[in-house]
């Protein structure tokens, strides 16, 4: 694949995270039975209007400024005419000339480097319903039109991206602020955060765009890295086989790992796209736009660059930490809650990132924190500061709040698991492990220094674990003289 | 009142007699349902008559009469809708076959504020397929006729709105007029159309053909009976954006101030050949009276409406082709047996659409279509735009523009049938007002000198003024006299 640039431009499609339809009442919520969440206008009954929803142009003004976006004083929503059955109406309001954002851009880092994506546009549209194949007894298939006229962003980037790591820093990017902002819940397996890619390649050093293909159904971050490699290297192969590529709509699949042809520029559908004469220009008034941008939060790139100014944190601690505005919150309470400074900053982003983000992984989901509550944890740092707890202890407690909720202070009592940190029973233990290993201690003596690390085993393995390891390590010392 | 006249009586005559209980709601109710009964045979004016609910509705008025607490002047009085009005639990078929069967779950808006009123619905009104036509032909469920003779049509689309009307069927109707749907069949039918400002009245629960054109607006015999059933269905809805939420007057109020110190602006482009003789003759016949009267006839020029048909042509079909995207067989109407999605539509569409539709699906579609939007849509919206330069130009010097409705009387059932494009000029002078979203009414102006079919003035105000135009729609009304009753369906 050498020789070749790959050059991609993304277009999400982000559900907003408003409590009702775009243009009616029903509700959003996902996971319903089929056609529970409809109404005459989200169902495209004959004589229906559509009655736009504040909050969502609301949420296009905050993202837009987010992002950096000129946010438009006046927008207009046209309709996309094509027949489906998931499409209620036989066209989708959505915006085509004017459209409420223009321009932005999307920031991130990769590989240590500062990069950015700039932005075309961004635009407010309905999303459609979903078509169920063989639910029936005989066959047929069922339209679900519970989604049908949840309110969408479409963010529609430049084709300024140039490798595939790039993509997903982009989206991940994206997504982190689309949670901050409190708009999309940044879901790809529900759909709720959608992503089609176009790609295309062009000779290493052209500055020409090569002819590009649009790519569809990547729902997870790892699919969209097998459409987008098995595309380039279905392009390149093309051309270095002196063939052309065909600009097409292209459908990844997973099974796969393949994307196939969906439909042709010549079989592209014809929009007919015209001002929807049924909405009235969205106008957006300065003050409302000065209002929006003052209420902004901070944006998780800050965030990471405060965690790293002012607390002295990792870029890779800070940036994982604020990837998500809920643990960046819970760190921020934690933090306070522990009396705040640097050093108890990185002991609890330690905590966070370590142990609490490994049983949210195994949890699968639910909150990142699960039950466990920032006091909580501010609790159990300040067990392992005050020496009562060591690593195993932490495990177990951590483990406990995460599933449970409750009192560290109370989990320690009633498990048993403060550390033994009494000098006497140290040395005791110690004194039995030397009596028991006469040839490592003479090694250690000798010379080899790594040997201590065994021998501190050998005695917390005698206090089942329990020996506090800044004792047992002095107590050890001690007795064994220096290397 | 003697029952045998009391359907001959204007809608505001029956409402006093209702006040002093000189008849019951009931009475009249069942008296209108047997004039259905005995004339709609010929006429086809309804397609569907709903006599056990409107009895019933006109028991719960009288009721209320007995009680005191009578909702408006329109308690109690028989009135039907063009089937365009989404009617809960009564069928909606827009003179479509493609909804035939489709029982809505909801009340238009206008519904919703007619049943609050008081008003009794007796029934659905025939009309040209989804308001497409000038003749009441391309209904579906075969044509309405004219009550002046029924060789003749009522005009379209609002035909049997009209007819139902003329005939003393009812005593007013809801209409809906995208190009001339209210105004041309009350001027060929002699009875009083008010198309309002676009954006006066909720388009909620009407079957959308062009909806930057289409508006909702009362057919009744006389002018204070329209300005009373205009009153009870305007103003802003939440569920139509582009309805405005500027406040509705009271329209009687000051109706009968008289034509004195109006300025009625006379378009030369509407005076040059384009009626027939007979039509012209009344119209300027009418404009005498209003000099007359007191008021002072103004020249204007509206250098732009020849461009008029040929725009709504493009804007109106393009409007519809989407509109009429959702009659696919998925979800309600009609649904074709099919193996295949595309043999679904295809098939339903078919089946369900009559000719008219389909031209006009065409014709939108097409052009609407990449590399077609600029030179049609794009410019016929352009062409909206200067159409409402001239009369807003016009209406610095006049306050109404008058002229003709209809550039002929009723024609013959099947005259024009064979070619659209003469169909599609019936809508000459009325087609301006849609394009600029102004009010305009037709106000009966005597009867044709030969055929005695009845003739309407047209008559266009400034946006929102309903007033001034009713107000002069009323002085010649009374300047006429009783309009005559028609007489092909005794």
Known sequence: ?483 | MSLPGILDRSLTDLSRALERREVSSEEVTLASLSRIEATDGRLHAFLRVAPERAVADARAADARRARGEARSRLDGIPIALKDIFLTRGLETTCGSRILEGFVPPFDATVVERLAAAGAVVLGKLNMDEFAMGSSNENSAFGPCRNPWDLERTPGGSSGGSAAAVAARQVFGALGTDTGGSIRQPASLCGVVGVKPTYGRVSRYGVVAFASSLDQVGPIARTVPDAATLLGAVAGHDPRDQTSSTLPVPDYLEGLEGGARGLRIGVPREWFQGGSEAGVERRVREALAAYEAMGATLVDVELPHAKYGVAAYYLVAPAEASSNLARYDGVRFGLRAPARTLGEMYGETRDRGFGAEPKRRIMLGTYALSAGYYDAYYLRAQKVRTLVRRDFDRAFERCDLVAGPVSPTVAFRLGEKVADPLQMYLADVFTISCNLAALPGLSVPAGLHPESGLPIGLQLVGRPFDEATMLRAARALEREMGPAPAPGAIG
């Open chain 1, 1 to 483: 694949m050498s020789g070749w640039q790959l050059v991609i431009g993304l277009e999400v499609h982000a559900q907003l995270l408003t409590r009702s339809k775009i243009f009616c009442g029903c509700p959003t919520t996902f996971g319903a039975e089929p056609n529970a969440h409809v109404c005459p206008v989200c169902l495209g009954m004959p004589g229906v209007l559509p009655a736009l929803n504040r909050q969502v142009v609301e949420f296009a003004v905050r993202t837009g400024l987010a992002l950096g976006c000129a946010i438009q004083e006046k927008s207009v929503f046209a309709r996309k005419n094509y027949f489906y059955p998931d499409l209620p109406k036989g066209y989708q309001v959505s915006q085509y000339e004017l459209p409420i954002c223009q321009g932005g851009e999307v920031e991130f880092a990769l590989d240590g480097a500062e990069r950015r994506v700039r932005l075309t546009r961004i635009h407010m549209e309905e999303d459609a319903g979903k078509n169920l194949h063989g639910v029936a007894a005989d066959g047929s298939s069922g339209v679900d039109l519970n989604r049908a006229g949840v309110p969408l962003l479409e963010i529609v980037s430049e084709p300024d991206i140039r490798s595939i790591d790039e993509a997903v820093e982009y989206l991940k990017a994206l997504r982190a602020v689309l949670m901050y902002l409190g708009v999309n819940d940044g879901n790809l397996e529900e759909g709720s955060f959608r992503c089609d890619a176009n790609v295309s390649v062009m000779p290493v050093g052209s500055t020409v765009l090569g002819t590009r293909c649009e790519i569809k159904n990547m729902n997870s971050f790892r699919f969209l890295r097998q459409a987008i490699e098995y595309e380039m290297r279905r392009q390149v192969e093309i051309l270095e086989g002196g063939g052309k590529i065909v600009q097409e709509t292209r459908l990844f699949d997973p099974q796969r790992g393949e994307t196939r042809s969906m439909r042709s520029k010549e079989e592209a559908h014809d929009y007919r796209y015209f001002p929807e004469p049924d909405l009235p220009p969205v106008r957006v008034p300065a003050a409302w736009i000065e209002e929006a941008r003052r209420a902004l939060p901070e944006l998780p790139r800050a965030r990471a660059a405060r965690y790293q100014r002012d607390l002295g944190l990792s870029a890779y601690d800070a940036a994982v930490l604020t990837a998500d505005r809920r643990t960046a919150e819970f760190f921020d309470a934690a933090l306070v809650a522990r009396g705040g400074g640097a050093e108890a900053a990185k002991r609890i982003a330690n905590l966070i990132n370590g142990e609490v983000a490994r049983l949210a992984n195994e949890a699968g989901s639910g909150a990142p924190q699960g039950k466990l509550a920032p006091a909580a944890l501010a609790g159990v740092v300040r067990l392992v500061d005050e020496g009562v707890i060591g690593g195993p202890g932490v495990r177990q407690v951590i483990e406990e709040l995460f599933r449970e909720g409750g009192d560290p202070q109370a989990i320690v009592a009633a498990r048993g698991l403060a550390q033994v940190s009494d000098e006497s029973a140290v040395e005791a233990a110690a004194d039995a492990v030397i009596a028991a290993s006469p040839d490592e201690v003479a090694r250690y003596r000798a010379g080899n220094a790594k040997l201590l690390g065994f021998l501190v085993g050998q005695v917390m393995k005698g206090m089942k674990g329990k020996g506090n390891p800044a004792v047992v390590n002095a107590v050890l010392r001690r007795k064994l003289g220096s290397p």
